[in-house]
């Protein structure tokens, strides 16, 4: 366990950083130089290889996480993405995530809602199985059907991996860190 909790630290680190690793960089980028245009350097805020990843607005049947039906809504999303790695078919294979994200999370039947700040730091390696390994550091909002936690939704925050089946049964293991029941606060 301990050697889990030092490399998921080192893990989250280096992705609240934004740090990669030498040999992840897509053979298409550039690297960074004095001999770089200004039209290929990036813009405030933006590193060089980082792209916006918005997400998009969601809707859940009632049972399928919580007793109501759900709909999500991003009201702040800053966060952007940074392929590490390919698989041999040019899909992505590890992407980093970083960025402010707050999702308004209304309860359909009552109105009832909270804004989560879902602002987390993650590593996701995507698997030629379509399963997907989760490395994160800080909070993220997790929907489970099948998994270790009851059916629900999350905001899970710390030092925590996410596994995804292909089948879509999660296994979060959180190595230092809470998780809030998003269903109990606007039930």
């Not at 879902?118 to 590593?123: D, E, N």
């Not at 899970?156 to 109990?184: K, N």
Request: a negative charge.
């Amino acid at each position: 366990m301990r050697r889990t909790a030092q490399f998921l630290t080192a893990v989250a680190a280096a992705t609240a950083l934004g740090a990669a690793p030498a040999h992840a960089t897509p053979d298409h980028a550039t690297p960074a130089t004095a001999t770089t245009s200004a039209a290929d350097r990036p813009g405030p805020g933006h590193a060089l290889g980082w792209e916006p990843a918005p997400s998009a607005p969601w809707d859940v049947a009632a049972g399928q996480r919580c007793d109501f039906a759900l709909h999500g809504e991003p009201v702040v999303d800053e966060v952007v993405q940074r392929v590490l790695d390919r698989h041999p078919d040019g899909s992505p294979k590890r992407v980093a995530y970083k960025g402010d994200l707050v999702v308004r999370v209304t309860n359909q039947e009552t109105g009832a809602f909270h804004d989560a700040d879902a602002s987390g730091s993650a590593i996701v390696e995507y698997r030629a199985d379509g399963s997907q390994f989760w490395s994160v550091l800080g909070p993220v909002l997790v929907g489970v059907g099948e998994g270790n936690l009851d059916r629900g939704m999350y905001l899970v925050d710390g030092v925590w991996t996410l596994f995804i089946t292909a089948s879509g049964h999660r296994t979060v293991t959180v190595a230092h860190g809470t998780t809030t029941d998003i269903c109990g606060l606007i039930a």
